[in-house]
C-alpha cells in the first residue's frame, strides 16, 4: 500500500484546506485510516482516523474545525481543515492501519505535507 499526502501549502488563520491522500490500492476494506501531524522536535499525533465502516475519531484540538472523510471510489481520504490556527502549523501524514485485515495486513505511512497557517 503506497500512499500519497497532498494539498499542505500556506493558508492564513481562519482559513480553511484540504488535504488528500490518495492509496495505491482499493481502500474499502482497509481498516482504519488516519491524519497524524508531526511538528519538529515533538511527537508524531492522530488528528483524525475513520474506519471502514465509517465512524471518525478526532483529537480534542481539532475536533468541530476538521473533518475527516473517504472516498471509497477515488481511494481517498480527506482531511478537511477549517477554522486555521498558527497552531496547526505542522507536517501532516496520512496513514493505514489495517494490521487485522483480510490481506495487506501492516501499517503505512504516506509522506508528509506540511501546512502553514500565517497569523
Known amino acids: 500500500v503506497q500512499l500519497q499526502a497532498f494539498g499542505g501549502g500556506l493558508v492564513q488563520t481562519g482559513g480553511s484546506r484540504r488535504l488528500p491522500c490518495a492509496s495505491s490500492v482499493n481502500i474499502f476494506s482497509l481498516n482504519v485510516m488516519g491524519w497524524y501531524r508531526q511538528a519538529p522536535g515533538k511527537q508524531r499525533e492522530a488528528v483524525a482516523h475513520?474506519?471502514?465502516?465509517?465512524?471518525?475519531n478526532y483529537a480534542d484540538s481539532v475536533n468541530a474545525r476538521f473533518t475527516i472523510s473517504r472516498d471509497n471510489a477515488k481511494n481517498t481520504v480527506y482531511l478537511q481543515m477549517n477554522s486555521l490556527k498558527p497552531e496547526d502549523t505542522v507536517v501532516y501524514f496520512c496513514?493505514?492501519?489495517?494490521?487485522?485485515?483480510?490481506?495487506?495486513?501492516?501499517?503505512?505511512w504516506g509522506q508528509g505535507t506540511q501546512v502553514t497557517v500565517s497569523s
Open positions: 475513520i474506519t471502514v465502516g465509517g465512524i471518525k
Open positions: 496513514n493505514v492501519d489495517n494490521r487485522y485485515g483480510l490481506t495487506q495486513r501492516g501499517i503505512y
